[in-house]
């Protein structure tokens, strides 16, 4: 038997790998063990005396509690406890804890506002009859109308007490009498994306004997999570242990505040560890989606093209609950335009609750949703004036120095047309016709009910950009500690490495400062110093920073006695290769001679630039820490008597400031590409009157290896951003922002038809 407390957070670094630093593609630290199936997941473990966990959920997505009876749950053998709101130390209104803001209650009481929200929890000997017992439990509902289009929510009876309106962020800036010669218009819209992680939901609560709980998760933010937990259950934080488990995917925040507080209250309630694993369906419930969103556009350009007036109006269905819907409304504002300058921005955007499924972080939220308007826009002008949709986007490209719509100006590099041209460069696919073994390979596949002659091929471009870390003020920082001793080097930094690469990324950090063979990354837990969560692609920056930093310092340590010995300073030595040189070639120290009985360590912190909130009347304001920019061609084959798309080929070209890990970026790319792909043509998550039509794998349609392009990447930019360590940016939200809107724009240079929606259905793309 395993204890929990026994399990690495993540498996040690591989030192057969050859690693030499940054700039190199070593192989991943979890990549073995994750390939040999041992890699630790919390749906792995065990500790003696475990129960196990299960949650009653609400068949309603809006609908008014009069009374819960748990008798019959209690009744069955096996049950060790049965928790509702009334069972939370913090009250009976159910200790509301969100991610932003406090609105969503742990488990409902008086009112539920989505299908599937927790009402009630069992901890029982066997899964199985935790799940008979919580499906024993008598709720009686008086069901409510619920508000599911978003629309209708301005108008609708509150949903909480503060309203249904999340947020209302305006944008003026410029003249707003300003008319262009040509004038383009949309409606657009995009559908509910699932993140779907390979992995569902699962947990290990253990009481502790202070009283307090050690919860063993998939955390991407363990000490964000420790303290909502602890404050949900009345505890002080240091009385809650959250122990990072293998994350099984994670392009969106992990386990719901809900899943974590339930789990530890079954804990405390029973004096004995307790563990929950989801089911599929459970899973699509459980975690936040992405936000469907409502655009309209109106595009105003002088006869060559260039932009002289946006118009925009966009609409977040945030779902039920708060979360981060003002934080993705922000950056569907201030990236309204794009990476286009533009005189005159007049946008209003809002974000409101619905009884429907809660949205919230997934890559690239708020700038993804405009990125597929703006582009289709773009398409539209290019079109009108009969122009190369390449060369429309050179005309307005943005360069360094020029400002957002926000009025901030953009100090990183911007090289939006560089990455144009090297798209305009990059060979096409060959066609199909030019491989007669090649019939699999149109739409629908051999044998297919199509036609071969009505396969129309259409190529399509698209740009877009999005941030890096927080925004409006947040403040962004990361804690790490390097400890060298003899040959060998450890990491303590609680920074979640959540599929990303971090852990390979600071193995890397500190083989180039230090130049020891050996690093290994300790088991992230909360009794670390908080690095934040694994969110924004911040973690490359601030994490790896910061243990940039304290590498550095323990070089310094390193070298001060040994230049002093030969009487110069630190700065004329240099580590290379596991060795000390100095300037003149006097000095040639193995770097395991100069620790050889010694033991050095250092922390250091690192904390970008600080930014501000957006004005609510204006929408202006310095509110991102950087931008990371991305161009994509993307070629599909459309069957247009049947309206079946297949993607032929993705081109990427994309700015990464540096590239620290090659072979990491490029997987990046490609798995953030596929996610873009899932969206263009097959997620959606599909309710009626709030209830989730599609809740499993078989019926929520994700793209498979069939269904995944050629992705090849045409540039990988280099220009470093000299605010940011090592001048790199993070580079696996941008491309799943763009991927949607280059296949739309594809799909309506096949068809000649306006695609105005995300996933584009067959209907869409029917010639008549």
């Known amino acids: 038997m395993t204890s929990a407390t026994e399990l690495p957070a993540a498996a040690p670094a591989d030192d057969e790998t050859g690693s030499t630093g940054l700039g190199s593609s070593p192989l991943r630290t979890d990549a073995l063990p994750k390939a040999l199936g041992i890699y630790p997941y919390a749906a792995d473990l065990w500790a003696e005396g475990l129960l196990w966990g299960a949650v009653l959920r609400s068949p309603h997505p809006h609908a008014r509690i009069v009374s819960v009876d748990t008798s019959a749950a209690l009744a069955v053998p096996g049950v060790h406890a049965v928790v509702t709101a009334a069972d939370l130390p913090a009250g009976p209104d159910g200790a509301p804890g969100g991610a932003v803001v406090a609105d969503r209650p742990v488990l409902a009481s008086g009112v539920v506002r989505h299908h599937g929200e927790p009402v009630a929890a069992v901890a029982a000997d066997h899964p199985d009859t935790a799940r008979l017992a919580a499906a024993a439990i008598l709720v009686e509902y008086e069901v409510l109308e619920p508000v599911t289009d978003p629309e209708a929510a301005f108008h609708a009876p509150p949903l909480h007490p503060d309203g249904n309106l999340l947020r209302h962020l305006p944008l003026r800036t410029g003249n707003p009498d300003a008319?262009?010669?040509?004038?383009?218009?949309?409606?657009?819209?995009?559908?509910?994306?699932?993140?779907?992680?390979?992995?569902?939901?699962?947990?290990?609560?253990?009481?502790?004997?202070?009283?307090?709980?050690?919860?063993?998760?998939?955390?991407?933010?363990?000490?964000?999570?420790?303290?909502?937990?602890?404050?949900c259950l009345g505890l002080e934080p240091d009385r809650v242990r959250l122990v990072v488990t293998g994350v099984p995917g994670a392009s969106t925040d992990r386990e719901d505040l809900s899943f974590q507080v339930t789990l530890a209250l079954l804990a405390l309630r029973t004096g004995r560890p307790v563990k929950m694993t989801l089911t599929r369906a459970e899973s699509f419930q459980a975690h936040p989606t992405r936000h469907p969103a409502l655009l309209r556009y109106r595009h105003h350009a002088d006869a060559e093209g260039k932009l002289v007036k946006v118009e925009a109006q966009i609409l977040l269905?945030?779902?039920?609950?708060?979360?981060?819907?003002?934080?993705?409304?922000?950056?569907?504002?201030?990236?309204?335009?794009?990476?286009?300058?533009?005189?005159?921005?007049?946008?209003?955007?809002?974000?409101?609750?619905?009884?429907?499924?809660?949205?919230?972080?997934?890559?690239?939220?708020?700038?993804?949703?405009?990125?597929?308007?703006?582009?289709?826009?773009?398409?539209?002008?290019?079109?009108?004036?009969?122009?190369?949709?390449?060369?429309?986007?050179?005309?307005?490209?943005?360069?360094?120095?020029?400002?957002?719509?926000?009025?901030?100006?953009?100090?990183?590099?911007?090289?939006?047309?560089?990455?144009?041209?090297?798209?305009?460069?990059?060979?096409?696919?060959?066609?199909?016709l030019d491989d007669p073994e090649a019939d699999w390979l149109l739409p629908g596949g051999p044998g297919g009910a199509g036609d071969p002659a009505a396969v129309r091929r259409g190529i399509g471009y698209a740009v877009g950009m999005v941030h890096m870390l927080g925004a409006e003020g947040e403040d962004e920082v990361s804690t790490a500690t390097v400890r060298v001793s003899g040959d060998h080097a450890t990491v303590i930094c609680a920074a979640v490495d959540s599929?990303?690469?971090?852990?390979?990324?600071?193995?890397?950090?500190?083989?180039?400062?230090?130049?020891?063979?050996?690093?290994?990354?300790?088991?992230?837990?909360?009794?670390?110093?908080?690095?934040?969560?694994?969110?924004?692609?911040?973690?490359?920056?601030v994490s790896g920073g910061a243990v940039e930093r304290a590498a550095l310092m323990v070089r310094h340590q390193m070298l001060q006695p040994i230049a002093a010995d030969f009487g110069m300073s630190v700065e004329l030595l240099t580590i290379s290769d596991g060795k000390i040189t100095s300037y003149d070639g006097v000095l040639g120290m193995p770097v395991s001679q100069a620790l050889e009985g010694r033991e050095l360590w250092a922390t250091a912190q690192c904390r970008p630039h600080p930014t501000e909130p957006l004005d609510p009347e204006t929408g202006q304001g310095d509110a991102f820490v950087s931008i990371a920019f991305c161009a994509m061609r993307a070629v599909v084959d459309v069957?247009?008597?049947?309206?079946?798309?297949?993607?032929?080929?993705?081109?990427?070209?994309?700015?990464?400031?540096?590239?620290?890990?090659?072979?990491?970026?490029?997987?990046?790319?490609?798995?953030?590409?596929?996610?873009?792909?899932?969206?263009?043509?097959?997620?959606?998550?599909?309710?009626?009157?709030?209830?989730?039509?599609?809740?499993?794998?078989?019926?929520?349609?994700?793209?498979?290896?069939?269904?995944?392009?050629?992705?090849?990447?045409?540039?990988?930019?280099?220009?470093?951003?000299?605010?940011?360590?090592?001048g790199a940016k993070a580079v696996s939200a941008a491309p799943a922002v763009v991927a949607p809107a280059a296949v739309a724009a594809a799909v309506r240079a096949a068809t000649g038809l306006p695609v105005g929606r995300l996933p584009i259905l067959p209907e869409d793309a029917i010639l008549a």
């Open 179 to 231: 008319v262009g010669e040509i004038v383009v218009e949309g409606l657009y819209q995009v559908g509910r994306q699932d993140p779907a992680p390979i992995g569902a939901e699962a947990g290990l609560a253990v009481p502790r004997p202070d009283g307090g709980v050690e919860l063993h998760l998939s955390s991407t933010d363990p000490h964000g999570d420790r303290d909502r937990t602890a404050a």
């Open 317 to 432: 269905d945030g779902g039920a609950y708060a979360e981060v819907s003002a934080e993705a409304l922000a950056a569907a504002v201030a990236f309204s335009v794009g990476p286009y300058t533009c005189p005159n921005v007049f946008v209003d955007a809002w974000a409101v609750r619905t009884n429907n499924p809660p949205a919230g972080r997934m890559r690239g939220e708020g700038a993804l949703q405009t990125c597929f308007a703006y582009e289709s826009q773009l398409d539209q002008l290019a079109k009108q004036l009969g122009v190369d949709p390449v060369e429309i986007r050179r005309r307005n490209a943005m360069s360094t120095g020029d400002p957002l719509p926000t009025g901030q100006a953009v100090t990183c590099p911007a090289p939006v047309t560089a990455l144009l041209d090297a798209l305009a460069d990059s060979p096409l696919p060959a066609l199909p």
């Open 639 to 726: 069957d247009i008597e049947l309206g079946a798309v297949r993607v032929v080929d993705v081109t990427v070209a994309q700015e990464v400031g540096r590239a620290l890990n090659p072979r990491q970026i490029e997987n990046r790319i490609e798995g953030a590409v596929a996610q873009g792909v899932g969206l263009a043509l097959l997620e959606n998550l599909r309710t009626e009157h709030g209830i989730p039509l599609n809740a499993s794998l078989t019926g929520y349609r994700l793209p498979t290896a069939l269904d995944t392009p050629d992705i090849r990447i045409a540039a990988l930019l280099e220009e470093r951003d000299v605010v940011a360590p090592f």
């Open 499 to 541: 599929g990303q690469g971090f852990a390979t990324l600071a193995r890397q950090i500190v083989q180039s400062v230090l130049g020891v063979s050996e690093v290994y990354i300790a088991p992230v837990d909360s009794d670390q110093t908080s690095a934040g969560p694994a969110a924004r692609s911040r973690h490359t920056w």
